[in-house]
């Protein structure tokens, strides 16, 4: 057979993503991977932010009906237009952002969204700027698009919480001059969630280096202790150059939907949709009428989920903070604590992680998986893992459990986790 060495952008995208082994083989996702070892560790597996609790009934319904009205055939490339205006109307009730049919496009998940604009809108050798750590899809999009990547810090604060080095982004963007700069609020995996003041920053930088902001809110519903989710396109002096991502996955614990979307102007979201097109062209025709159903007509299983997820999170942060000598963050959004042990342990998070997998029966994930080599951030997540709080209350109770057989142990050797 053709050797697949001779094609060289598969094995960049799997690179800039960190998947390249040392022997040259490929390696799965941090979150497949991760998976894999508590299967085979019998553990706890809070590792991938997938839900272990599931969607409403009311949308699995609604997914029934719209396949028995007949909604079995290709969508339209934008998306069904019940669907476009329902993601329009929810933006405007929820987050008083006024958005139109016209400036919606329907995308196979956040993941299709990000990947075709990045597409769509980074000039050849242009420079993304994200911040760190980010989700694993950005490097690979930026690589296939023959961008690079520049990376600020989003790190953890003496108040408990996280923040951008805005020092660093100021001078990033002077260096760089990023065609596109991506804004995951509420952040994964610190739960940051960007305020007025951050998107003034980030609004000045994008106007200065003449950028698109490109948003990633797939966790914007779930602001806990009571905060709100801003839109960028709400908060920056200039929407016009603001794409807006997001997704339904999180929201309706369905993420195997994958139902995402594009928020632009409707040029450019023409534009992103002249790359998306030819990606998958269109995807989950029913599963759009019945989340338009849903978006359009009923939040209230929304702010159940974020109240669930809140008594999950407490239930299991509280746990990680009875761990002598590590920190747990109190989440202020979203679907994870990060868990420093560099206090108890000179190990990397890798090495923690697989040995609280065989010892105490926990994985999560490790927090560098989700940086570059060699960045402040990889160095100041050396030894942090990301858990997951969006199990099951079974699990999540388990896990629980777990932690503070874990904090016994260190109360009496308090060596245990050195190498
Ligand atoms: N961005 C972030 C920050 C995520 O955590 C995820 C994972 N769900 C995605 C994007 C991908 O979203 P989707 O499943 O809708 O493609
Ligand atoms: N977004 C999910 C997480 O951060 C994982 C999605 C995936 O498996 N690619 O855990």
């Given at each position: 057979m053709p050797d697949v060495m001779r094609a060289e952008l598969w094995h960049a995208m799997a690179d800039a993503a960190g998947l390249i082994r040392a022997d040259g083989s490929i390696g799965e996702t941090i979150y497949g991977q991760m998976t894999a070892l508590a299967a085979a560790t019998e553990s706890v597996n809070l590792g991938q932010g997938a839900p272990g609790t599931d969607a409403p009934p009311q949308l699995i319904e609604a997914a029934a009906a719209a396949m028995r009205g007949g909604f079995n055939q290709y969508a339209p490339g934008q998306g069904h237009a019940e669907f476009l205006s329902a993601v329009a109307a929810q933006r405007t009730r929820d987050f008083a952002h006024r958005v139109t049919s016209e400036q919606v496009l329907f995308t196979c998940g956040a993941t299709e969204a990000l990947t075709a604009s990045i597409l769509a809108l980074l000039p050849r050798g242009g420079t993304v700027l994200t911040f760190e750590p980010?989700?694993?899809a950005y490097p690979a999009a930026v690589t296939a698009a023959g961008g690079s990547l520049v990376t600020v810090p989003i790190l953890p604060r003496e108040d408990g919480g996280f923040g951008p080095d805005w020092q660093v982004f100021d001078e990033v963007v002077a260096a760089t001059h990023p065609s596109i700069i991506i804004v995951n609020t509420p952040h994964n995996p610190t739960g940051f969630v960007f305020g007025p003041a951050d998107f003034e920053r980030v609004g000045a930088a994008a106007v200065a280096a003449d950028a698109w902001i490109l948003t990633d809110e797939v966790y914007e519903q779930l602001v806990l202790d009571g905060g709100t989710h801003l839109p960028p396109a709400m908060a920056v002096a200039d929407p016009g150059r603001v794409v807006t991502v997001s997704s339904a996955g999180k929201s309706w614990n369905a993420t195997g939907w994958k139902i995402g979307w594009v928020i632009a102007e409707p040029e450019v979201r023409e534009t992103i949709q002249a790359v998306k097109q030819f990606l998958t062209?269109?995807?989950g025709g029913p599963l759009q009428i019945a989340m338009a159903r849903m978006l359009a007509e009923d939040s209230r299983f929304v702010a159940e989920n974020r109240r669930s997820l809140q008594a999950r999170a407490e239930v299991l942060v509280s746990a990680c903070r009875s761990v002598p000598g590590a920190r747990a963050s109190i989440p202020a959004s979203g679907y994870f604590t990060v868990m420093d042990f560099s206090a108890l342990t000179d190990l990397d998070a890798f090495a923690v992680n697989e040995r609280l997998a065989e010892r105490f029966s926990i994985v999560g994930i490790p927090v560098p998986a989700l940086c570059r080599e060699g960045s402040a951030a990889h160095r100041a997540y050396r030894a942090s893992i990301r858990y997951s709080f969006c199990k099951s209350a079974a699990d999540v109770d388990r896990a629980a459990q777990l932690f503070r057989a874990l904090a016994e142990v260190l109360e009496t050797d308090p060596d245990s986790l050195r190498g």
């Amino acid at each position: 057979m053709p050797d697949v060495m001779r094609a060289e952008l598969w094995h960049a995208m799997a690179d800039a993503a960190g998947l390249i082994r040392a022997d040259g083989s490929i390696g799965e996702t941090i979150y497949g991977q991760m998976t894999a070892l508590a299967a085979a560790t019998e553990s706890v597996n809070l590792g991938q932010g997938a839900p272990g609790t599931d969607a409403p009934p009311q949308l699995i319904e609604a997914a029934a009906a719209a396949m028995r009205g007949g909604f079995n055939q290709y969508a339209p490339g934008q998306g069904h237009a019940e669907f476009l205006s329902a993601v329009a109307a929810q933006r405007t009730r929820d987050f008083a952002h006024r958005v139109t049919s016209e400036q919606v496009l329907f995308t196979c998940g956040a993941t299709e969204a990000l990947t075709a604009s990045i597409l769509a809108l980074l000039p050849r050798g242009g420079t993304v700027l994200t911040f760190e750590p980010y989700y694993d899809a950005y490097p690979a999009a930026v690589t296939a698009a023959g961008g690079s990547l520049v990376t600020v810090p989003i790190l953890p604060r003496e108040d408990g919480g996280f923040g951008p080095d805005w020092q660093v982004f100021d001078e990033v963007v002077a260096a760089t001059h990023p065609s596109i700069i991506i804004v995951n609020t509420p952040h994964n995996p610190t739960g940051f969630v960007f305020g007025p003041a951050d998107f003034e920053r980030v609004g000045a930088a994008a106007v200065a280096a003449d950028a698109w902001i490109l948003t990633d809110e797939v966790y914007e519903q779930l602001v806990l202790d009571g905060g709100t989710h801003l839109p960028p396109a709400m908060a920056v002096a200039d929407p016009g150059r603001v794409v807006t991502v997001s997704s339904a996955g999180k929201s309706w614990n369905a993420t195997g939907w994958k139902i995402g979307w594009v928020i632009a102007e409707p040029e450019v979201r023409e534009t992103i949709q002249a790359v998306k097109q030819f990606l998958t062209f269109t995807s989950g025709g029913p599963l759009q009428i019945a989340m338009a159903r849903m978006l359009a007509e009923d939040s209230r299983f929304v702010a159940e989920n974020r109240r669930s997820l809140q008594a999950r999170a407490e239930v299991l942060v509280s746990a990680c903070r009875s761990v002598p000598g590590a920190r747990a963050s109190i989440p202020a959004s979203g679907y994870f604590t990060v868990m420093d042990f560099s206090a108890l342990t000179d190990l990397d998070a890798f090495a923690v992680n697989e040995r609280l997998a065989e010892r105490f029966s926990i994985v999560g994930i490790p927090v560098p998986a989700l940086c570059r080599e060699g960045s402040a951030a990889h160095r100041a997540y050396r030894a942090s893992i990301r858990y997951s709080f969006c199990k099951s209350a079974a699990d999540v109770d388990r896990a629980a459990q777990l932690f503070r057989a874990l904090a016994e142990v260190l109360e009496t050797d308090p060596d245990s986790l050195r190498g």
